[in-house]
């Protein structure tokens, strides 16, 4: 067990060694055709990010991390609206416009989408 231990040890070292050894440059692009997928967290009350630029036709996932239920709706008319979102449920939709949202069932919380122009 004694010499299990050592190895383990003896690999995470080498592992953060090897980490450390990024100069943190990268000359390598990643260039995309198509629509994008963003992420908006959902998690102690708040929307994070609180505002996100995307393009037309990309998808935004609303990902409930909070210990609570929320729901994903335009604002301020509901226009368009998820379901409940139950902790670690999810919300995904295409975005065709800029629009602010909000959650119905907590009211001050708010956020945008916005269009790049």
């Known amino acids: 067990m004694k010499k299990f231990i050592q190895i383990v040890a003896v690999c995470f070292s080498v592992c953060l060694?090897?980490?450390?050894c990024d100069n943190?440059?990268?000359?390598?692009?990643?260039e995309s055709t198509g629509p994008q997928r963003d992420t908006?967290?959902?998690?102690?009350?708040a929307?994070?990010?609180d505002t996100l630029t995307v393009n037309k036709?990309?998808?935004?996932?609303?990902?409930n991390?909070?210990?609570v239920a929320h729901d994903v709706s335009h604002f301020p008319d509901r226009a368009w609206h998820s379901d409940t979102l139950n902790p670690q449920n999810v919300f995904v939709k295409v975005i065709?416009?800029?629009s602010s949202y909000f959650c119905s069932i907590h009211p001050t919380m708010r956020a945008t989408v916005l269009l790049k122009k």
Do not use: E, N, Y
Request: hydrophobic share 45%.
């Open 40 to 45: 908006v967290i959902i998690k102690l009350m």
């Open 47 to 49: 929307f994070t990010p």
């Open 96 to 98: 065709d416009d800029s």
């Open 65 to 67: 991390q909070d210990i």
């Open 57 to 63: 036709g990309d998808t935004v996932v609303w990902i």
């Open 24 to 30: 943190g440059s990268s000359s390598s692009t990643v």
């Open 17 to 20: 060694i090897l980490a450390g």
